[in-house]
C-alpha cells in the first residue's frame, strides 16, 4: 500500500508541474482574468514551445464575404476548425524592419472561411480557371489588404492565412520579453516578412477576378521569345534574353497539376521574379497590402500573385523566372512559383507581367 500511494502522490505531483512553475499559489493567480482556459505549461513539461504562456481571447466582429459568389452572407465561426500559426511580427520602419513581437495565434483559415462559399467569376466564359481570384480583406476602419486565390488554396502549406480569435507571446526562455499584445481580433499572413497585412478587427471579405482582358487562343505555338514589364499600366522595359547579374536557383520538384496530375519530377533552375522587379516595386506599405502582379502567356492564359508572396516571404519559397529558348513548347520563359502545391499558377511562354495595386 504504502507503494501504491508514493506511486499516486508522485503522479499528482507531474500533473501539478504541468500547470504552474512551482507550487506558490500566486503563480496561478497571476494568469489575468481575460486569458482563455487553454492549459499552460509552464514548467516546460512537454517538448511543445508554444503552450508555455497564458492565451488570451481576442475580440471578434461578424465577418461577411462578398463579391464574386453565389451566396453572400455572414461566416458563422462555430462551424469551422481552429488553426494555429507561429509569427514574428515586423512592421516596416524606414528602410528596414521594426520587430514588435513574436506570437501563436489560434483562429479561423481563410481556406475554411471560403470553402462554402460558391464562386460566380465575372469573366468565366473568358476565363475559366480560378487562379486570377483574389480577395479583399477589410477593417473596420476601412484598411485592406489582398490575398491571391492561389495564396489561398494552392499552397504547399495550408491554413496560414488566419482570422485571430486568440493570441499567445511566445516569449525568450532568458530575456524574458513580454511583447505587447492585440486586443483586437486580425488577419494573420504566417508566410510574411513585414507583417503589415495582420490587420486588427476584419469585417468583410470580397471575392474579385483581376479585372484585365486578354485574348484567348489554346491553339497557338506556344513560344514567345520576350516578355514586357509594367508597372501602373506603363511599360517599363522589355526583357529577351536571360535576366543577368543575379543568383540563379535550382528547385527540386514534383510537378503536379490539379487537372492532369504528374508532369514531371525534373529540377527547374532560375532567377527570383523578385530580383528582376527589384528596381520597378518598392517595399512600401501600400505595395504589401495591395500590391499585385498579373503574369500573361502568349495564349491569354493569365494569374495573379500578391505582392508580399513575390517580395515579400519569409520561408524563401520563390518565384523563379526560367529561361529556356531552345523549348520550342513553352518556352522562351516560364514563371514557376516553388510556393504552390499544384503547378496551375505556373505560366509558360510568358508574354506580359503587370505590377498594379488594389484600387
Known amino acids: ?9 508522485t503522479f499528482l505531483a507531474i500533473l501539478l508541474g504541468c500547470t504552474v512553475k512551482n507550487s506558490e499559489p500566486s503563480k496561478v493567480e497571476s494568469v489575468p482574468a481575460s486569458a482563455s482556459k487553454t492549459p499552460v505549461d509552464t ?13 488570451f481571447d481576442l475580440k471578434m466582429l461578424p465577418l461577411t464575404v462578398d463579391g464574386e459568389i453565389s451566396n453572400p452572407g455572414v461566416v458563422d465561426f462555430s462551424k469551422l476548425p481552429v488553426h494555429s500559426v507561429i509569427v514574428k511580427e515586423t512592421l516596416l520602419d524606414g528602410t528596414a524592419g521594426k520587430f514588435t513581437g513574436a506570437y501563436r495565434y489560434d483562429g479561423y483559415s481563410l481556406f475554411d472561411i471560403l470553402n462554402e462559399f460558391r464562386l460566380n467569376k465575372s469573366n468565366s466564359e473568358e476565363f475559366k480557371p480560378i487562379i486570377d481570384l483574389y480577395v479583399v480583406v477589410e477593417s473596420q476602419s476601412g484598411e485592406k489588404v489582398i490575398f491571391s486565390w492561389g495564396e489561398i488554396y494552392y499552397p504547399n502549406h495550408l491554413h496560414d492565412i488566419l482570422i485571430a480569435k486568440s493570441v499567445m507571446r511566445i516569449v525568450p526562455s532568458k530575456t524574458k520579453d513580454m511583447w505587447p499584445l492585440a486586443e483586437n481580433s486580425k488577419i494573420i499572413a504566417a508566410t510574411d516578412l ?52 543575379f543568383m540563379e536557383i535550382t528547385y527540386e520538384t514534383i510537378f503536379y497539376g490539379r487537372g492532369r496530375g504528374i508532369h514531371s519530377t525534373t529540377p527547374f533552375h532560375g532567377v527570383m521574379l523578385k530580383d528582376i522587379f527589384k528596381d520597378v516595386t518598392s517595399g512600401s506599405k501600400t505595395n504589401i497590402q495591395t500590391g499585385m502582379l498579373v503574369v500573361a502567356a502568349l495564349d491569354g492564359y493569365r494569374t495573379i500573385f500578391t505582392y508580399s508572396e513575390v517580395f515579400n516571404r519569409n520561408d524563401q519559397a520563390e518565384s523563379l523566372m526560367i529561361y529556356e529558348p531552345q523549348n520550342e513548347d513553352g518556352g522562351a520563359f516560364t514563371l514557376f512559383p516553388a510556393s504552390d502545391f499544384f503547378s496551375d499558377r505556373s505560366v509558360k511562354s510568358v508574354k506580359s507581367i503587370y505590377f498594379d495595386t488594389e484600387k
Not at 514548467?43 to 492565451?55: L, M
Not at 497557338?220 to 514586357?228: A, L, S, T
Open 1 to 9: 500500500m504504502k507503494v501504491q500511494k508514493l506511486i499516486y502522490i
Open 43 to 55: 514548467a516546460d513539461f512537454t517538448n511543445n514551445f508554444y503552450d508555455n504562456e497564458p492565451t
Open 194 to 245: 513585414i507583417t503589415e497585412r495582420n490587420i486588427e478587427n476584419p469585417v468583410k471579405i470580397t471575392v474579385k477576378s483581376v479585372k484585365m482582358t486578354f485574348e484567348v487562343d489554346r491553339t497557338i505555338k506556344m513560344f514567345y521569345p520576350k516578355f514586357d514589364v509594367y508597372a501602373d499600366g506603363k511599360m517599363i522595359r522589355t526583357i529577351s534574353d536571360q535576366p543577368v547579374g
